[in-house]
T-cell receptor, first 112, second 112 residues
Framework: KAGVTQTPRYLIKTRGQQVTLSCSPI?????VSWYQQTPGQGLQFLFE???????NKGNFPGRFSGRQFSNSRSEMNVSTLELGDSALYLC???????????FGSGTQLSVL | SQQGEEDPQALSIQEGENATMNCSYK?????LQWYRQNSGRGLVHLIL?????REKHSGRLRVTLDTSKKSSSLLITASRAADTASYFC????????????FGTGTKLQVIP
């Protein structure tokens, strides 16, 4: 079984731009979660989707949004990028709630 | 916000020694999980312990859970240089469909 795939692996943007990150979960997994990881804040939960519905949302501004498609693939969008958005963005999938997470390798976003 | 706090923040040991990491959390949980992260990569699931379990083993890993103290510990026995990584605890809060929240992490260095 293929693992969780995140694209792109690296991304460089400038302030004010927007970015879309993509995540393909493990086949059969209907839950996709997104996390932001920075040295100062650690791993912060962004949101989780299950069967195309957002189930939980973290404490991030409205510039951060996401969606999940019928094939369980998910995208995360950040608009009007700020320098502080520079981080490793991790996607994880799981088959059901209360089960373990399988992580992708992440997208390293640098905002200049 | 972080659900869990881990202790110590950093740990340096010699190869062959045991490493113990502790995690404290704040709310009632369905389960607690431990993950490993090699520098700048995605997280890898190590072990999941449910709220009605007190101890679990997997290879050289031993996890304990004390729900009355809201704490858990991860013991890695006979450590190897390849165990060098950051270790995170994560909790699945009880009560419906909840997000997985990560602790602050322990950075482990195993010196050959």
């Amino acid at each position: 079984k293929a693992g969780v795939t995140q694209t792109p692996r690296y991304l460089i943007k400038t302030r004010g731009q927007q970015v879309t990150l993509s995540c393909s979960p493990i086949s059969g997994h209907r839950s996709v979660s997104w996390y932001q990881q920075t040295p100062g804040q650690g791993l912060q939960f962004l949101f989780e989707y299950f069967s195309e519905t957002q189930r939980n949302k973290g404490n991030f501004p409205g510039r951060f949004s996401g969606r999940q498609f019928s094939n369980s693939r998910s995208e995360m969008n950040v608009s009007t990028l700020e320098l502080g958005d520079s981080a490793l963005y991790l996607c994880a999938s799981r088959s059901l709630p209360n089960e373990k997470l399988f992580f992708g390798s992440g997208t390293q976003l640098s905002v200049l | 916000s972080q659900q869990g706090e881990e202790d110590p923040q950093a740990l340096s040991i010699q190869e062959g020694e045991n490493a113990t990491m502790n995690c404290s959390y704040k709310t009632s949980i369905n389960n607690l999980q431990w993950y490993r992260q090699n520098s700048g990569r995605g997280l890898v699931h190590l072990i999941l312990i449910r709220s009605n379990e007190r101890e679990k083993h997997s290879g050289r890993l031993r996890v304990t859970l004390d729900t009355s103290k809201k704490s858990s510990s991860l013991l890695i026995t006979a450590s190897r240089a390849a165990d060098t990584a950051s270790y995170f605890c994560a909790t699945d809060a009880s009560g419906g469909y909840q997000k997985v929240t990560f602790g602050t992490g322990t950075k482990l260095q195993v010196i050959p």
